[in-house]
T-cell receptor, first 113, second 112 residues
């Protein structure tokens, strides 16, 4: 158990819909990272937050947005969903904004039908 | 943009054989990290290398960071079934906006 929690574990929704994925970092970790992993593919970095502020942005679509709240949990919002958005979404946390993403959550599996 | 190329994409080995995966960056890195993802699991951090020419060992795993800090390798001696999974490298950039640039991963498959 990494100490990073993600909810929900599974999500099935239809094209055009909007969903919110939630991540709670390890206690004391200030930085949260979001990744997308399509079936049998590598990890695509989406976005990083550090202590409530956006720190780095990867290949995140305009239909996707994220935020980190004062209690340090983070939410990833995916809208106007397409079939190609079906993937595993991982959240990772670290104590600082640099260095390894030491702790990954179990992921949320999103299926768009 | 900055890229980290990782090869091979797959490697099939007999149990007991060795396994190696390589990462090459288009730019000099501040550090390199290695992660393992078991089938159906999430990535697990293995190690971080920071110094030029650094070599670290974890039991049967040997990690190297090149002298120019642009390449790295992970070598597993005498693979076991527990080694099955995908191994990812991730390079930390040197610019002011620190980011991790991920390799595509190498999947280790043990032949039955």
């Amino acid at each position: 158990d990494s100490g990073v929690t993600q909810t929900p574990k599974h999500l099935i929704t239809a094209t055009g819909q909007r969903v919110t994925l939630r991540c709670s970092p390890r206690s004391g970790d200030l930085s949260v990272y979001w990744y997308q992993q399509s079936l049998d593919q590598g990890l695509q970095f989406l976005i990083q937050y550090y202590n409530g502020e956006e720190r780095a942005k990867g290949n995140i679509l305009e239909r996707f947005s994220a935020q980190q709240f004062p209690d340090l949990h983070s939410e990833l919002n995916l809208s106007s969903l397409e079939l190609g958005d079906s993937a595993l979404y991982f959240c990772a946390s670290s104590a600082t904004g640099t260095g390894p993403n030491k702790y990954f959550g179990p992921g949320t599996r999103l299926t768009v039908t | 943009g900055q890229q980290v190329m990782q090869i091979p994409q797959y490697q099939h080995v007999q149990e007991g054989e060795d396994f190696t995966t390589y990462c090459n960056s288009s730019t000099t890195l501040s550090n390199i990290q290695w992660y393992k993802q078991r089938p159906g699991g999430h990535p697990v951090f293995l190690i971080q290398l920071v110094k030029s020419g650094e070599v670290k060992k974890q039991k049967r795993l040997t990690f190297q960071f090149g002298e120019a800090k642009k390449n790295s390798s992970l070598h597993i001696t005498a693979t076991q079934t527990t080694d099955v999974g995908t191994y990812f490298c991730a390079g930390g950039t040197m610019d002011s906006n620190y980011q991790l640039i991920w390799g595509a991963g190498t999947k280790l498959i043990i032949k039955p």
